[in-house]
């Protein structure tokens, strides 16, 4: 778990975050604090505002009312080289290999060391010599691409999109345990699941949500119902 | 933090890498203009003169149209699984992606030109009666203007539901001007006419239209 050494301290602060598309409220005031070195698994149904709030946070949806704190600054591009970003679609080019695809994104945050590109394919267990486009990848192996793109700019904050979906109990296994790691470095790692079993054990806080509000906050995956 | 350029590099490397592998762009563009020639060889019988009158305005009509084909594809690329948001939340700036997308269908719209143009001297039996380096320049300029444009509205209608249709319906109109100066300074090499006003008016339009979409870019790219 955690490094005792590591004192936590707030990496994003969110404040009265409403979120509105036309008539419809994705978020509904979300107030939250989140601390450094912890690995939060944001949970709820379907429509609850897990994405959105994933989204708010990446600085890709901006909100309609309500403040969001990333390390301190509050325009995330000031701080954007250090957050790492997975989403639900691939966000990888089909036509290329998994290292063409690293190396291209390498280069937007001004890595030139291609190295750092075959060791983020391999820490996710790829193997980074694939020639084949990532178009002909399985499900599995392209999540896992999509999550070494993440990781490759050695981000502090760490915000993931359902990054088990369609891989197998295996491989989910070994990128809970490298999400474990990765933690245990210091980073803040923010996952948004439906198989929050998975991360049972590893992550430090489920974040419960229900119709765009944080309903519940709980250091074991129990339901916010059976907390009492 | 990275450098601008070498992220207009690197995106253009990847566009050309991309476009060489699916050849997308380059297929359809090819297809179509080879029509367009074929169409309008069949509809007009003219002599060496009057060629030289109507040869600016099908040429020019038939790459406009052409580009479309090619400025829908290199934004499509970008929205197949979201890349475009892996662009949004790095660093690197809006104008890299911008310029690089220009560039590239700078390239892939002049190569079209480059093999149809024969295709056009052939069929209308053209002969420029003006300085022919001048052509040379008339394509540069106006091929910008067509790909400035068309980039930044291609961008544009990203988000919309019909954007194939949107993209034409946005840049056609705001082409006017270029495609005009184009043609005109076209048909002025081609009768041996000065044609340097009509190249200034283009060089005028590309520099306002290319800091225009410079400075709204970022904009686009971030509108949800």
Avoid at chain 2, 35 to 47: K, R
Wanted: hydrophobic share 50%.
């Amino acid at each position: 778990m955690t490094d005792a050494h590591i004192q936590p301290t707030p990496v994003i602060t969110v404040s009265n975050l409403i979120k509105q598309f036309g008539r419809f409220a994705a978020l509904r005031g979300v107030t939250a604090e989140f601390t450094s070195g912890k690995l939060y698994a944001i949970l709820g149904d379907n429509g609850a505002g897990k994405t959105t709030l994933l989204r708010t946070l990446a600085g890709l949806s901006q909100p309609t009312s309500g403040q969001v704190t990333v390390l301190g600054a509050r325009k995330f591009h000031d701080v954007c080289h250090q957050v790492g970003y997975m989403a639900h679609p691939s966000l990888l080019y089909d036509e290329m290999s998994g290292l063409e695809n690293s190396e291209y994104f390498a280069r937007l945050y001004g890595i030139a060391d291609n190295s750092r590109c075959a060791a983020s394919i391999r820490a996710v267990g790829l193997d980074p010599d694939l020639v084949r486009p990532v178009g002909q990848y399985s499900q599995g192996m392209r999540q896992r691409m999509s999550l070494a793109r993440a990781l490759l700019n050695d981000p502090k904050i760490l915000l993931l999109d359902e990054p088990f979906s369609n891989v197998d109990v295996h491989s989910a296994g070994d990128m809970v345990r490298l999400l474990g790691r990765t933690r245990d470095q210091g980073k803040t790692i923010f996952v948004v699941t439906h198989q929050a079993s998975l991360l049972d054990g590893t992550a430090d806080e489920f974040v419960w949500m229900e119709a765009g509000q944080i309903v519940a906050r709980t250091r074991d995956l129990k339901p916010p119902g059976v907390m009492t | 933090m990275p450098s601008p350029t070498g992220i207009t590099r690197a995106t253009l490397v990847k566009d050309l890498r991309l476009e060489w592998r699916s050849k997308d762009a380059i297929n359809s563009m090819l297809f179509f203009s080879l029509l367009v020639v074929v169409v309008f060889s069949f509809s007009f019988d003219p002599n060496a003169e009057e060629s030289r009158q109507i040869a600016g305005g099908l040429i020019w009509v038939a790459f406009l149209f052409a580009a479309v084909v090619a400025l829908n594809q290199t934004w499509a690329r970008e929205i197949r699984n979201q890349v475009l948001d892996a662009y949004r939340v790095s660093p690197a700036p809006a104008n890299s992606l911008f310029l690089a997308k220009a560039i590239g269908n700078f390239i892939f719209v002049s190569v079209l030109e480059a093999l149809m143009t024969p295709l056009f001297v052939l069929f209308y039996q053209l002969r420029p009666l003006g300085p022919a380096w001048q052509l040379l320049v008339v394509a540069a300029l106006g091929t910008w203007a067509l790909v400035v444009n068309g980039t930044f509205f291609a961008a544009m209608s990203l988000r919309t539901r019909s954007r194939e249709i949107m993209l034409p319906l946005l840049l056609f109109p705001i082409s006017i001007p270029a495609l005009l100066a184009m043609v005109q300074a076209t048909t002025n090499i081609l009768t041996g006419e000065g044609a340097r006003v009509w190249m200034a008016l283009l060089l005028s339009y590309d520099l306002v239209f290319t800091t225009a979409c410079l400075i709204l870019f970022e904009t686009v790219l971030n509108a949800e």
